[in-house]
C-alpha cells in the first residue's frame, strides 16, 4: 500500500507503523487517521503480525489534531461528516498487542492515540498532555476517559483544565506508561518488547489483551468471570499443550499460534 502520511515496515513478526508529517509534528489530518486505519486493519488480520508498534519520530509522536484543517470546521462538519473524529476508533478495534512508542510530544490527539495503545514506552524525552482548552476545544477521541483511568481523576483534571505537559518521569509515577527508556533506545527496546510479544502464542496474546481490557468495561466479578472463561479457553488451543509440554520437557515452546 502506497502511504503519505504513515511508513510501515513489517520485522519478522512484528508490524512497525511510524507517523510520517515531520514538518508538523505529525499532526493528525484525516489523511493520516484514514492511512493509520488502513494500515492497522491489515496488519491484524495478517497471520504473520503478531504484534504492533506504532511510534511517530525523535521530536513528536503527534503534537495532536491537526489545528489548521479543524480550524474552520463547523459542527455539522465534525458531527455529521465525523471529519476529525472518523477513524479514530479503528486503533481500539486491532485485536492484537499494540505498543506506543513515544518520543517528544504526544499531545492532544496524540496523547489519546498513545492512550488507545495497550501499554506505552516512553523516551525520557516523552511530553504528554491534552492541551486543547487552550485552543479552545476539549479531548475527543477518549482523553477525559482514558486520562483519569490511567492516572487519577486528580491528576486527570489538572491536565485537562490546565492543559500542561507531563515529562515522562512524572507519566511513569502516575502509571500513564509502562517504563521510560533513553530516547537513543526507544525504537530497540520497544522492538525487543514487541518481538517477545510476537514470539508468544498469537492467541494467547489476543486473550489476555481482550481479558485486561475488560477490566476497563465491566464490575471485577464480571471481569474474574470472563478472565477465567479465557482461561479455559487456552485449553483449547494447541499452543498450550506445546507451551506445557516444552516447559516439561526443558526446551523452548514451538508455537504455532492455533
Ligand atoms: C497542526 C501543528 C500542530 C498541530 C504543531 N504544528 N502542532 N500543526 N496541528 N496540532 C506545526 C506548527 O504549526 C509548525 O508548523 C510546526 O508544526 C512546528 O511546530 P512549532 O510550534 O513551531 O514547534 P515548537 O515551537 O517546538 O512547539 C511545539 C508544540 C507546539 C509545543 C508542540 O507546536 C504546540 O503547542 N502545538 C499544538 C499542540 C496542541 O494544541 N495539540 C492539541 C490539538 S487539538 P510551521 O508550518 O509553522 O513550521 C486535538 C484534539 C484531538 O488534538 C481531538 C481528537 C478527536
Same mark, same amino acid.
Request: hydrophobic letters at 40%; one cysteine or more; proline letters at 3%.
Given at each position: 500500500?502506497?502511504?503519505?502520511?504513515?511508513?510501515?515496515?513489517?520485522?519478522?513478526?512484528?508490524?512497525?507503523?511510524?507517523?510520517?508529517?515531520?514538518?508538523?509534528?505529525?499532526?493528525?489530518?484525516?489523511?493520516?487517521?484514514? /492511512?493509520?486505519?488502513? @494500515?492497522?486493519?491489515?496488519?491484524?488480520?495478517?497471520?504473520?503480525?503478531?504484534?504492533?508498534?506504532?511510534?511517530?519520530?525523535?521530536?513528536?509522536?503527534?503534537?495532536?489534531?491537526?489545528?489548521? @484543517?479543524?480550524?474552520?470546521?463547523?459542527?455539522?462538519?465534525?458531527?455529521?461528516?465525523?471529519?476529525?473524529?472518523?477513524?479514530?476508533?479503528?486503533?481500539?478495534?486491532?485485536?492484537?498487542?499494540?505498543?506506543?512508542?513515544?518520543?517528544?510530544? @504526544?499531545?492532544?490527539?496524540?496523547?489519546?492515540?498513545?492512550?488507545?495503545?495497550?501499554?506505552?514506552?516512553?523516551?525520557?524525552?516523552?511530553?504528554?498532555?491534552?492541551?486543547?482548552?487552550?485552543?479552545?476545544?476539549?479531548?475527543?477521541?477518549?482523553?477525559?476517559?482514558?486520562?483519569?483511568?490511567?492516572?487519577?481523576? @486528580?491528576?486527570?483534571?489538572?491536565?485537562?483544565?490546565?492543559?500542561?505537559?507531563?515529562?515522562?518521569?512524572?507519566? /511513569?509515577?502516575?502509571?500513564?506508561?509502562?517504563?521510560?527508556?533513553?530516547?537513543?533506545?526507544?525504537?530497540?527496546?520497544?522492538?525487543?518488547?514487541?518481538?517477545?510479544?510476537?514470539?508468544?502464542?498469537?492467541?494467547?496474546?489476543?486473550?489476555?489483551?481482550?481479558?485486561?481490557?475488560?477490566?476497563?468495561?465491566?464490575?471485577?466479578?464480571?471481569?474474574? #468471570?470472563?478472565?477465567?472463561?479465557?482461561?479455559?479457553?487456552?485449553?483449547?488451543?494447541?499452543? #498450550?499443550? /506445546?507451551?506445557?509440554?516444552?516447559?516439561?520437557?526443558?526446551?523452548?515452546?514451538?508455537?504455532?499460534?492455533?
Amino acid at each position: 500500500m502506497d502511504y503519505q502520511n504513515i511508513i510501515v515496515e513489517t520485522h519478522e513478526r512484528v508490524g512497525l507503523v511510524r507517523l510520517n508529517r515531520p514538518k508538523a509534528l505529525n499532526a493528525l489530518n484525516d489523511q493520516l487517521m484514514d /492511512e493509520l486505519g488502513q @494500515a492497522l486493519a491489515t496488519l491484524d488480520t495478517d497471520d504473520g503480525i503478531g504484534c504492533i508498534v506504532l511510534t511517530g519520530n525523535e521530536k513528536a509522536f503527534a503534537a495532536g489534531a491537526d489545528i489548521g @484543517a479543524m480550524a474552520s470546521y463547523t459542527f455539522m462538519d465534525v458531527y455529521k461528516g465525523e471529519y476529525i473524529t472518523r477513524n479514530w476508533e479503528q486503533l481500539r478495534k486491532v485485536r492484537k498487542p499494540v505498543i506506543a512508542a513515544v518520543a517528544g510530544y @504526544a499531545l492532544g490527539g496524540g496523547c489519546e492515540v498513545a492512550m488507545m495503545c495497550d501499554f506505552i514506552i516512553a523516551a525520557d524525552t516523552a511530553k504528554f498532555g491534552q492541551p486543547e482548552i487552550k485552543i479552545g476545544t476539549m479531548p475527543g477521541a477518549g482523553g477525559t476517559q482514558r486520562l483519569p483511568r490511567a492516572v487519577s481523576k @486528580a491528576k486527570a483534571m489538572d491536565m485537562c483544565l490546565t492543559g500542561r505537559m507531563m515529562d515522562a518521569a512524572e507519566a /511513569e509515577r502516575a502509571g500513564l506508561v509502562s517504563r521510560i527508556v533513553p530516547a537513543e533506545r526507544l525504537l530497540e527496546e520497544a522492538m525487543a518488547a514487541a518481538k517477545t510479544i510476537s514470539e508468544m502464542s498469537l492467541p494467547i496474546a489476543m486473550m489476555v489483551k481482550e481479558s485486561i481490557n475488560r477490566a476497563y468495561e465491566s464490575t471485577l466479578s464480571d471481569g474474574v #468471570q470472563f478472565e477465567r472463561r479465557m482461561f479455559h479457553g487456552t485449553f483449547g488451543t494447541q499452543d #498450550q499443550k /506445546e507451551g506445557m509440554k516444552a516447559f516439561l520437557e526443558k526446551r523452548p515452546p514451538k508455537f504455532n499460534h492455533q
